[in-house]
């Protein structure tokens, strides 16, 4: 009998959820480079989504340390987030698969 390998099971994971958060960089720059309030928050939460704990430390290391709700905040607000939130899905993108194979992965998808 075949021994089944979880480890391959465990990359498999990690790509897809590389690939997640690299459509969620694209996004929050198509909102850089073209912003609409709904976009925008649209493109925050979904970030959020995927590496929330990451983008927590960002915010917490640049003074946002208050939970808002996204229709409080005013839209130069919303836009200096969008960075900020591309920073932590790198962050959480390197974590896992390391600096040079998440820039090979971010460059495929910017094609």
Same mark, same amino acid.
């Given at each position: 009998?075949?021994?089944?390998? @979880?480890?391959?099971?465990?990359?498999?994971? /990690?790509?897809?959820?590389? #690939?997640?958060?690299? +459509?969620?960089?694209?996004?929050?720059?198509?909102?850089?480079?073209?912003?609409?309030?709904?976009?925008?928050?649209?493109?925050?939460?979904?970030?959020?989504?995927?590496?929330?704990?990451?983008?927590? &430390?960002?915010?917490?290391?640049?003074? /946002?340390?208050?939970?808002?709700?996204?229709?409080?905040?005013?839209?130069?607000?919303?836009?200096?987030?969008? #960075?900020?939130? &591309?920073?932590?899905?790198? &962050?959480?993108?390197?974590?896992?698969?390391?600096?040079?194979? @998440?820039?090979?992965?971010? +460059?495929?998808?910017? +094609?």
């Amino acid at each position: 009998m075949e021994k089944f390998d @979880f480890e391959q099971m465990k990359d498999i994971k /990690d790509v897809e959820d590389i #690939s997640d958060a690299i +459509k969620k960089i694209v996004a929050l720059q198509k909102q850089i480079n073209n912003p609409t309030r709904d976009g925008m928050i649209n493109a925050l939460s979904d970030a959020q989504s995927t590496a929330g704990k990451e983008i927590q &430390q960002l915010e917490y290391s640049q003074g /946002d340390t208050i939970p808002t709700p996204w229709v409080c905040f005013r839209d130069q607000d919303l836009y200096r987030k969008l #960075s900020q939130y &591309q920073d932590g899905l790198r &962050q959480h993108c390197i974590k896992k698969v390391g600096e040079k194979a @998440f820039e090979e992965m971010l +460059k495929k998808a910017e +094609k």
